[in-house]
């Protein structure tokens, strides 16, 4: 993408809507959002007991809690959050149904936006709102990480508004 652009990633079960809690999110989806133009990147599927690649993402149906699998991170348990957070690399922003605290600052650390959404949004709905924000003057938190063409995040003085 010439433009400034966004790279955005959404946890979804559904794979067309903001649908799923990042923790135990089925797959995460990936665009390259402009102010006039989106374009799908990639898909990220998650089994229960981590990243399953594509034409993976068998997520547990047995009723457990997926803290369960946490374990105390020290290599015998399995946590989650590890391939979840590892698959947002090159994004700006994650838009789910909803994330704990540790994911949060885990996500934060990686310099990506966390949006909480209050209910289930379609896919198409978010993009065309995120590119609503971006046309105009974009809010302070979504200027903080727009992306040139290289995927370089634009400093704010160099920002055209």
Not at 102 to 119: D, M
Request: glycine fraction near 10%; charge should be negative; include cysteine.
């Amino acid at each position: 993408m010439d433009a400034a652009h966004l790279r955005i990633a959404i946890t979804t079960n559904s794979l067309v809507a903001v649908d799923a809690n990042f923790a135990s999110a089925k797959q995460m989806v990936s665009y390259d959002v402009t102010r006039d133009a989106s374009e799908f990147v990639d898909v990220v599927k998650f089994n229960r007991f981590g990243r399953k690649g594509i034409g993976g993402g068998q997520g547990g149906a047995d009723g457990r809690c997926v803290m369960d699998d946490m374990g105390d991170d020290d290599g015998a348990g399995h946590d989650p959050l590890v391939e979840r957070v590892e698959s947002l690399t090159g994004c700006s922003v994650v838009f789910t149904l909803g994330l704990s605290d540790l994911a949060a600052v885990r996500i934060h650390n990686e310099r990506v936006f966390p949006v909480k959404s209050a209910q289930v949004r379609d896919i198409e709905d978010v993009i065309l709102q995120l590119q609503r924000l971006m046309s105009g003057t974009p809010p302070l938190w979504l200027r903080r990480v727009l992306r040139d063409a290289q995927g370089n995040r634009l400093p704010l003085d160099e920002q055209e508004i």
